[in-house]
C-alpha cells in the first residue's frame, strides 16, 4: 500500500520525522518562494513532487510578504506587538505566488492525503479547511500553531484544535519547534529581555484521526492504514499512543507485508510498555497488556531485541535516567 504525505510549507526540505520511516510512501512538497523552490527542485529530498505554491484554504493569486527573517515569510502580516522578537523584523518585498488548496491537489491527482505536515506561518487553519471532504480520511497531521496570534487574522491553537476534535481528531504530543523536544516554543532563555518572553508561544502540534482509527479497527477494514498510523505514532515519540490500538489488533487480519513492518515495531512498542515513566504503565490492565504483546512476539518470532541508537534517542525523549 502506497501512502501520500503533503508536506505544506517544505523550506528546508523534508521532515526529520519521515526521514527513516518503515512505509512505502509518495511526499508532495510546497513551496511558494521562487528560490527556496529551487533548492528543493536541486535537491529534491526524496520528494515524489514537489509543487510551487502556497496552500491555504482558496486558490488564486496572493501576495507573499517576504520578511527580513525568511523564515516567517507569510500570505499573513506580522503583528509586531505581539511578541519582542518581531519588533526589528522588516518586510523586504511582497511577491505574487500562486495559491492551492490540499481538495483541488487532491482531485487533480486523485490521492489522498494520509498524513499532512503543516508549517505554514499562521495559516494553519486555513490549510487545514482547504483540505474539505478529504479531511476526514488522513490518520495524522503534524502542524505548528501559535498560542497568540503572531500575525493579523491568524487563528491561534486553541481555534485550531478545537475545529480538530469537532472533526474526530485528537491532540496526542506538544513539541518544540526545531528540536522537536516534548513541551512548548518560547523566547525565554539568559538573554531574555521582556517578561512576555516567559509565554508559550507555538509548538508542532500531534493529531490523531482517532474517529478514523477507531472505525477501521472496529470494522477489520484496511489493516494497512492502521499499521501505517503505528508507525507513525512510533516515529513522532508517541508510540505510547499506539499501544492501545495495537492490543485492539488482531494479526490474522494483517497483509503479509504489513506483518513484516508490525514486526520491526514490535520491540519498540514493547520497550514503550515498560518505560517507568509514562502513566499508561499504571494502567490497570497493564500485566494483561505486558503477557499479549510478549505473546505476540513470540508467535511472530520476533527478538525482543533495540539497537542502542535507538535505546537511546527513546531514554533522551522521555529523561530516562539511570
Same mark, same amino acid.
Given at each position: 500500500?502506497?501512502?501520500? &504525505?503533503?508536506?505544506?510549507?517544505? $523550506? /528546508?526540505?523534508?521532515?526529520?520525522? +519521515? ?19 529551487? =533548492? ?15 496552500? %491555504?484554504?482558496?486558490?488564486? =493569486? ?19 506587538? =505581539? ?10 518585498? =511582497? ?10 491537489? !487532491? ?5 489522498? #492525503? ?21 479531511? !476526514?480520511?488522513?490518520?495524522?497531521? $503534524? &502542524?505548528?500553531?501559535?498560542?497568540? #496570534? ?12 478545537? +475545529?480538530?476534535? !469537532? ?12 528540536? /522537536? ?10 538573554? %531574555? ?8 508561544? +507555538? ?6 484521526? &482517532? ?26 515519540? !508517541? ?24 514486526? %520491526?515495531?514490535? #520491540? ?8 517507568? $515513566? ?45
Amino acid at each position: 500500500m502506497m501512502f501520500n &504525505v503533503f508536506d505544506c510549507g517544505a $523550506r /528546508g526540505g523534508k521532515h526529520r520525522s +519521515w526521514k527513516s520511516v518503515d512505509l512505502e510512501y509518495d511526499y508532495y512538497m510546497f513551496e511558494p518562494e521562487g528560490e527556496e523552490f529551487k =533548492q528543493l527542485e536541486i535537491h529534491g529530498d526524496g520528494a515524489n513532487k514537489i509543487i510551487n505554491a502556497a496552500v %491555504s484554504d482558496k486558490e488564486g =493569486q496572493q501576495k507573499l510578504n517576504i520578511y527580513s527573517d525568511e523564515s516567517l515569510s507569510s500570505l499573513l502580516e506580522i503583528d509586531k506587538s =505581539q511578541a519582542y522578537r518581531f519588533r526589528n523584523i522588516t518586510l523586504v518585498e =511582497q511577491i505574487d505566488v500562486n495559491v492551492t488548496t490540499i481538495s483541488n491537489i !487532491c482531485d487533480t491527482f486523485n490521492i489522498v #492525503p494520509h498524513f499532512m505536515s503543516i508549517d505554514v506561518q499562521g495559516l494553519s487553519f486555513e490549510v487545514l479547511k482547504g483540505t474539505g471532504k478529504y479531511l !476526514c480520511q488522513s490518520l495524522a497531521i $503534524r &502542524v505548528e500553531a501559535e498560542f497568540f #496570534p503572531f500575525y493579523k487574522q491568524e487563528k491561534t491553537i486553541f481555534e485550531l484544535g478545537s +475545529w480538530l476534535n !469537532c472533526e474526530g481528531f485528537e491532540l496526542v504530543r506538544l513539541e518544540t519547534c526545531g528540536p /522537536g523536544h516534548f513541551g512548548v516554543s518560547s523566547d525565554m532563555n539568559h538573554y %531574555s529581555v521582556d517578561s512576555d518572553d516567559a509565554k508559550p508561544m +507555538w509548538s508542532d502540534c500531534i493529531f490523531l484521526n &482517532v474517529r478514523h482509527i477507531e472505525e477501521l479497527i472496529k470494522k477489520r477494514s484496511k489493516p494497512d492504514f492502521v499499521l501505517a498510523a503505528l508507525v507513525f505514532m512510533v516515529h513522532n515519540h !508517541c508510540g505510547y499512543q499506539a499501544l492501545k490500538y495495537l492490543f485492539l489488533l488482531e494479526v490474522s487480519y494483517l497483509s503479509d507485508a504489513s506483518k513484516s513492518i508490525l514486526s %520491526s515495531s514490535l #520491540p519498540l512498542f514493547y520497550y514503550y510498555l515498560n518505560l517507568p $515513566r509514562i502513566d499508561y504503565n499504571k494502567h490497570q490492565n497493564y500485566n494483561s497488556e505486558l503477557f499479549h504483546l510478549e505473546s505476540m512476539m513470540k508467535d511472530m518470532k520476533v527478538e525482543n531485541k533495540l539497537s542502542e541508537t535507538t535505546l537511546e534517542k527513546i531514554n533522551s525523549i522521555y529523561l530516562i535516567t539511570s
